[in-house]
């Protein structure tokens, strides 16, 4: 399967989401999404809004797919509970785990995208 | 209706304190002049608010604050964590909690801004205030920041469009420089765009600082970027009067991090042979300043301190927040001010499922739906007054806007204090 390379990081959606709530429908809506290249998106067959199964070396998550300008293959997540399930606790020494430039890949998939409950049962399976 | 003018906005490290806050019957119904989140976040204050819960069961604040005694009087290793979001006031109090249990506290700048403090303990740092900026800079830099997202009034308050004492003509004053890795809307308002491979923003900066002292590199580009570009991007640099450069996660939480934010630090102290140039984080919660400062002149260190030895060590990577959760080495954790269930990654989160949680937070949080204690207090800015740092250092006092129905976060964790040390008398 393609590798990408996916980063993390903060939205204007997702600043206005979470005073809405953080276990509400806009602050999914704001944060259970990984914006693509668009041309990503049409060779793996993805249309905006579909969700896909995204996963890395530490874990997997169900999103929806946005089309954005970033430079092809790399993916974008905002901060929140759905990115932290791809991300490794390790910290090499530093206190900070390595919220950018990771190794994933993803594929198209019929499932919902998961909620904040979904996130926190996969958590707790782990 | 009242109105009350000069209201300062608890949510980035901007703290804007020019807001205009309509309030009828105890409720805020309108906000001037805020960025689009801080009107979320006044607009919303009463929604989705916390309720005292001890292990899933409403109950009184009393009780929630009787129980969180019970649990932290009876552990051996309570991790306290959180405190950017509340005044330095509850952040004082955190730290005597802390040293009082013999236990290990840190703040949000561990997934933040933490390596920033580890580069500038090694190299120093050129800084500035937020006035210099708006009043003198003339070149600015946002490195790995995208602030019209992020801090969304930065642009039009300091660093880009206001009219200052040496910037007569504001925006056309100065020239906007933005390196990023990919096109942000930040990025679209930049005289010039630098887009940098992930992970390459090491070798950029290093590239620069050799350029600066007349060498060649051996290769034509670097980080995707041609060499040319960054010699012209230079002499931009070398033409400012006063130039600063802003930095976020862009630096910190790419690979190299904390070595990142020092290649940029020596950049800007080799500029200075040159001509006049500044660096400053881009401080995301509204007062992480505070906490670094209070930490520091509490216990010496600004983050991951432990108290288990009688007296404060610090140890990123061994007393940091996500390190002593993966390591299973505490056996309770007080979350205050924050949300690391949503911050944290998997391992950690479910290790914080594995121990007994207290939270206090004025409003529902993904850390509160894993928690045995809930203790919601009043939001600091709203429900109560207190004292938070700006980005650049600058301390303002926040108002209290309306009356909150909960008590704030110093008598939260005073009474927990109180309660502690009676039991343990």
Known sequence: MKKFELITGRTLKQGIALHIGKTTESYQNAVAVAYLNKVDMDENFITEGKNILLSTDFGRVVVKALKDDIPKGMIFMPYGPWANLLISVNTHGTGMPDFKS????????????????????????L | MKKIDN???????CLCDDLSIRIENNKIISVEKGCSISKSLFLNHDKDLALPTVYGEKTSIKESVKEAVNILSSKKHTLIYGLSSTSIETQRIALELAEFLGGSIDQTSSVCHGPTVLATQQTGINTCTLGEVKNRADVVLFWGSNPLESHQRHYKR????PKGMFIPNGRKSRKLIVADVRPTNSSKLADIFLQIDIGKDYEVINVLRLLLKGKKPTSDIVGGIEVKKLKDLLDVMLSANYGVIFFGMGLTMTKGKYHNVEAAISLVRELNFHTRWSIEAMRGHYNVKGAGSVFSWQTGFPYAVNFSLGYPRYNPGEFSAVDLLRRKEVDSMLVIASDPAAAFPHKAVKNMMDIPLIVIDP?????????????????????????????????????????????????VLSSILSGIKEVKK
């Open chain 1, 102 to 125: 990771l190794i994933a890949w993803f594929s198209p998939v019929d499932e919902e995208v998961w909620s904040w409950e979904k996130v926190l049962k996969e958590v707790k399976t």
């Open chain 2, 7 to 13: 209201v300062i906005c608890p949510f980035c490290g």
């Open chain 2, 158 to 161: 300091y660093s880009l469009f």
């Open chain 2, 363 to 411: 409003k529902v949080s993904i850390s509160s739906k894993i928690a045995d204690v809930i203790i919601p207090t009043a939001q600091v800015g709203i429900g109560t007054a207190g004292t938070a740092y700006r980005m650049d250092g600058i301390p303002l006092r926040m108002k209290k806007l309306i009356s909150s129905p909960y008590p704030s976060d110093v008598d």
